[in-house]
């Protein structure tokens, strides 16, 4: 028996991966290309000279990330990535899953008001966002700062209201997708298991913590990913709300700074292997997070 138990796992265990061949080889086709080319300028002296054809492509093999490495620049805009970039994740999941929570307890008309809202906010571009949340903390013109009684304090000026103002807009365009996800999965939550908790004296933050979240660990595994890889390359916020980086490159982040190296500057080849470094360090945190969620022995 266990014989021939023993083939019958191995063709079920290779069966979800069939399902999933065809977007594995369109996803492949689309991703494989761009990275090798990523990968391959960033071990070449690739500049503008090269670009027209007016000196030969010189390969340097590290040299670019040993001097990335050495800037010390390089380190202050990684830091500022990582804090702005986990500010953005823990303000974008929180929002998103106590407005999920919401959705549940209100009525069907302002819980469609709601989502019809954040959908809006969701399906924005980025650049007609950041616009607008610019024109609305306008020192001169801007509603805030009248609401608030602050007279013409600009929020650009200052490195750290700067950062806050960009927070406010990634989390307003990024929370619709991790309420949508969530207010899902709690739809799919059996009513028996909440009816239960509550009948137990739970309070709404007990029930969340003790029997949603542990329920929804898969789904929040995907939302808090997503969230990861969105917020640590943002660029076009950035970018469009601080003007390029703010006042002397204090508001840079590494996608920013990225393409100063590489358009601005004309160093192809540095700007290359930024890129390379920040799929490196997405790769990492990916798989170490995962790899905890297996070793809690969470299905994925």
Known sequence: ?????????????????????????????????????????????FTQAQVSGGEPTVFQGLDNYAELFGDEQFWQ????????????????????????????????????????????????????GSTVWLFLFDPDFGPVNRIL??????????RYSAFFLVLLEVVWCSFPFVMV???????????????????????????????????????????TIQSVIWDFKVFTQIYVMTNGGGIAGQNLVLNVYAYQQAFASSEYGLGSAIGVVMLLILLAVTLVYLRLLRRQGEEL
């Open 77 to 128: 805009v990684l830091l500022a990535t990582v804090l702005f970039a986990t500010a953005c994740v823990a303000s974008t999941l929180a929002a998103g899953c106590t407005l999920a929570v919401l959705l549940t307890r209100v009525r069907a008309l302002p819980r469609l008001a709601l989502m019809l809202a954040a959908l809006g906010a969701w399906a924005t571009p980025a650049v007609t």
């Open 181 to 223: 996800t969530v207010y899902a999965g709690i739809r799919a939550v059996p009513a028996e298991v909440l009816e239960a908790a509550a009948l137990d004296g739970a309070s709404q933050w007990r029930i969340w913590r003790s029997v949603l979240a542990p329920m929804l660990r898969p789904i929040l595994t995907v939302v």
């Open 1 to 45: 028996m266990p014989a021939q138990g023993k083939p019958a796992r191995a063709r079920t265990g290779w069966t979800p991966w069939l399902y999933l061949a065809p977007a594995l080889v369109v996803l492949g086709a689309l991703l494989a290309y761009p990275i090798y080319q990523l990968g391959l300028i960033s071990v070449f002296r």
């Open 149 to 158: 009684g602050i007279g013409d304090h600009s929020w650009t000026y200052g």
